[in-house]
C-alpha cells in the first residue's frame, strides 16, 4: 500500500486511546468490545453533554438549520411509517449533529463526537422507543425555535433517560 509503519502504528494508538481498539503486543489488534455497563456510562456522558449541547444551541441555530431540522423530522416519520429502524438510526444521528453543530463550543463538540463514534455501530434495540424518541426530536425543534435553552436541556435529558432505561431494560433480559 505505500504506506510505512509508522502512521499506520500512529492511528492504532489513537483508535486505542478512543477506546476503539485493543493492541495485544505479539497477538494482534482487535475491535473493543463493549459491556452493557460500557454503553450505559456512554449515554450517561451522551446525556449531560448533549443537554448542554442543545442549552449553548438555543438562540444560536438560524432559519436554515431549522429547515434542515424540520426535514430531518419529515423523513423520521416516514422512516417510523415504513418501520426502517435503520434509516430512522441514521436520521436521528444527523437530527443531534445539527444541534451539536450549533451549539458554539468546539471543545464539548468532539467530545460528542468522541462518543457518538463509539455509539454508532452498537445495535441498540429502541424499536418500541422510537415514536416517543420523534416526539422528542419535535419537542426539541420547538424549544430551540422559541430559544428555551433550559426546555431544549431538560428534553435531551428526559430523551437520552428514556434510551438508558431500554438499553437497562435490554441488559436485564439478556445480560452482556
Not at 31 to 43: E, H, K, P, T
Not at 74 to 84: G, I, P, T, W
Request: aromatic share 4%; with cysteine.
Amino acid at each position: 500500500m505505500g504506506v510505512s509503519r509508522t502512521p499506520v502504528w500512529e492511528a492504532v494508538a489513537h483508535l486505542a486511546r478512543e477506546g476503539l481498539v485493543t493492541n495485544q503486543p505479539h497477538r494482534g489488534v482487535y475491535v473493543a468490545v463493549l459491556s452493557g455497563q460500557d454503553i450505559l456510562d456512554l449515554y450517561a456522558v451522551r446525556e449531560v453533554t448533549e443537554a448542554l449541547a442543545a442549552r449553548l444551541a438555543a438562540g444560536r441555530m438560524d432559519e436554515d438549520a431549522f429547515a434542515r431540522m424540520a426535514t430531518n423530522l419529515e423523513r423520521q416519520s416516514v422512516a417510523l411509517a415504513q418501520d426502517d429502524q435503520a434509516a430512522y438510526s441514521a436520521l436521528d444521528a444527523e437530527f443531534h449533529t445539527l444541534i451539536c453543530d450549533h451549539c458554539g463550543n468546539r471543545p464539548l463538540q468532539e467530545v460528542l463526537r468522541s462518543i457518538r463514534d463509539k455509539i454508532w455501530p452498537l445495535k441498540v434495540p429502541l424499536g418500541p422507543l422510537l415514536p416517543q424518541l420523534y416526539q422528542d426530536h419535535r419537542a426539541l425543534l420547538e424549544a430551540l425555535r422559541a430559544e428555551q435553552p433550559e426546555q431544549a436541556e431538560a428534553i435531551v435529558r428526559k430523551h437520552m433517560q428514556a434510551i438508558m432505561e431500554a438499553i437497562g431494560q435490554t441488559m436485564k433480559e439478556a445480560p452482556c
